[in-house]
């Protein structure tokens, strides 16, 4: 059973559209069902992978591999680490919630839907499990294609345009990133006498500096686009205002963390010497922090609801790409928990604006006003995933920006500096969207015999709730967790960093952030 754990978790969405697609399209109960049961035996199967999962241990764990295209030296080669195990629970978790969402909210070609939703579930585990770059690139391109369709045909007024321009973004630095790709895997023939996609044999690859840099600069425009990382980030905004809800809630949870993860899997393990080329690690700080402070500034002058959550994830994205290259544990393990947390905090507020949409058929703030009177327990949840996501200590997004900023800080004090600039912006941005909406007098008539949240919709929130809650309180299993990848991934990187700061490191160790948030947690 462990022998092939992770490709039963890995396909077990997809088996679930196999049955699907048997079920007559006009039984759209059944479809419902089916798809709801599906995704939750998805959630269930990747349970064993934290309860197995061995947090002392280095290395890849339940890795299985086998011959794919021998000719081409492709594997089927799958494992996960401690960064690899969070996203792939994140995944199973705010997929199941994403499609519970969808109950009541699409009413047209439901089989085709939830068809594509368990089909993007299957390739965005594949993306975060993948160990030979060939099956990473295949599941990479698989993700494009349910999305495009659930914004294209369950989209707003714009939705074509908006399905395009994500793909056409999305393609092309796809294509960047496939030259980057086949540049190592003709590396590694010239350098060992034989062809692999294997990520631990490209790893071994011995490579000038000027190359690295030109393979970094390729694969950073393949990760960029996916943050999406200012400039590149133009397609976002017109994606999520036109997608469904849950489309919205999958592509901000889930897919954004795609880019991340491939710069803390790839960029950095394989690239090392351009990885913390001076120039290189100035550039992507300084488009970090344009990111952190951009997105927050533009979020405060939007009158769409979903513009003004989408224009924050570029803002909290750019925290995660700045603790990431900051290139210390500090830095690396606090932007893993920030995409958690990203995903948890973005995923409720999206939820969130997609139940008022189903009852108002409008996102225009000025629409809203005094909902708090109306609608009591939506306005609670609302309270929660705002301060969530506003960094408020006990609740999972403080612990996530504390431990970037303390790594932003070791590494450069200018860039913690202007990063606390994004933190405030992002507090007032967040807190005036709450006040517009839930407190005062109710402003509009057509909000006064609004439904509040029913018990699905409860049920929606719930989890991710208790899951804000739990890393806010406790977040010493994270750390854990992310210690062994992290130092791995550091000591790559600048080889005989722990030793030279063993002594630093013993004399600090009370105020290191997992030290400190375990302190106060107990």
């Known amino acids: 059973m462990d022998r092939h754990l992770l490709s039963i978790v890995l396909f077990a969405p997809l088996a679930g559209l196999l049955v699907l697609l048997l079920i007559p399209s006009s039984n759209r109960t059944l479809i419902r069902v ?3 049961v599906a995704a939750f035996a998805g959630f269930l199967v990747s349970l064993p992978l934290v309860f197995r999962f061995d947090k002392s241990a280095a290395g890849f764990q339940f890795v299985e591999s086998m011959d794919w295209i021998p000719s081409l030296g492709v594997k089927y080669a799958i494992g996960i680490d401690g960064i ?11 997929g199941f919630l994403a499609i519970l969402s969808s109950w009541s909210a699409i009413d047209t070609h439901v089989k085709e839907y939830y068809a594509m939703f368990l089909l993007q579930q299957t390739g965005i585990i594949g993306v975060f499990v993948a ?10 391109e698989v993700v494009l294609v349910p999305m495009y369709f659930i914004i294209g045909v369950w989209g707003g007024p714009r939705k074509l345009y908006a399905a395009i321009k994500f793909f056409l973004y999305t393609v092309a630095g796809s294509v960047l990133m496939l030259l980057g790709i086949l540049t190592l895997y003709f590396q590694h023939y010239q350098q060992f006498g034989f062809y692999t996609f294997e990520i631990a044999e490209l790893m071994k690859l011995n490579l000038p500096l000027g190359l690295e840099r030109w393979v970094f600069w390729a694969f950073f425009i393949g990760f960029a686009i996916k943050v999406p990382m200012f400039p590149f ?6 994606a999520h205002v036109e997608a469904p809800t849950a489309g919205s809630v999958i592509l901000a949870s889930i897919l954004l963390k795609m880019g991340t993860y491939g710069f803390i899997r790839f960029s950095l393990p394989l690239l090392p010497k351009a990885s913390i080329d001076q120039t290189i690690v100035g550039v992507l700080a300084a488009l970090s922090i344009v990111a952190i402070i951009y997105g927050a500034m533009v979020s405060l002058m939007q009158q769409d609801w979903k513009k003004l959550v989408a224009y924050s994830s570029v803002s909290h994205l750019g925290f995660c790409t700045l603790g990431i290259f900051a290139l210390n544990p500090n830095g690396i393990a606090g932007s893993v928990i920030q995409q958690i947390n990203h995903g948890i905090s973005t995923g409720m507020l999206f939820l969130i604006i997609g139940i008022v949409y189903e009852r108002r058929h409008t996102r225009e703030i000025a629409e809203y006003g005094g909902l708090g009177h109306v609608m009591p327990r939506y306005a609670t949840v609302f309270a929660i995933a705002m301060l969530s996501s506003a960094g408020l200590p006990l609740l999972n997004g403080f612990i996530g920006e504390f431990t970037i900023l303390q790594g932003a800080f070791e590494a450069n004090r200018a860039w913690a500096g202007f990063a606390v600039v994004g933190v405030v912006l992002g507090a007032a941005y967040l807190l005036w969207l709450y006040q517009r909406t839930i407190l005062g007098q ?9 439904p509040d949240l029913n018990l ?20 010493k299993p994270y750390f854990d967790v992310l210690e062994k990848p992290v130092q791995q ?17 013993r004399a600090a160790a009370p105020h290191s952030p997992s030290a400190a948030l375990e302190g106060g947690s107990r």
């Open 34 to 36: 089916w798809a709801n």
């Open 84 to 94: 690899s195990l969070l996203l792939v629970m994140l995944t199973t978790v705010v």
């Open 131 to 140: 160990l030979d770059f060939f099956l990473f690139y295949v599941f990479w």
């Open 233 to 238: 980030h133009t397609w976002l905004p017109d």
């Open 442 to 450: 109710v402003t509009n008539a057509k909000n006064l015999h609004l």
């Open 456 to 475: 699905r919709e409860m049920a929606v929130f719930l989890p991710l709730i208790a899951w804000a809650i739990w890393i806010g309180v406790y977040p």
């Open 489 to 505: 991934i550091v000591e790559r990187v600048r080889p005989g960093y722990y030793q030279a700061g063993t002594a630093n490191a």
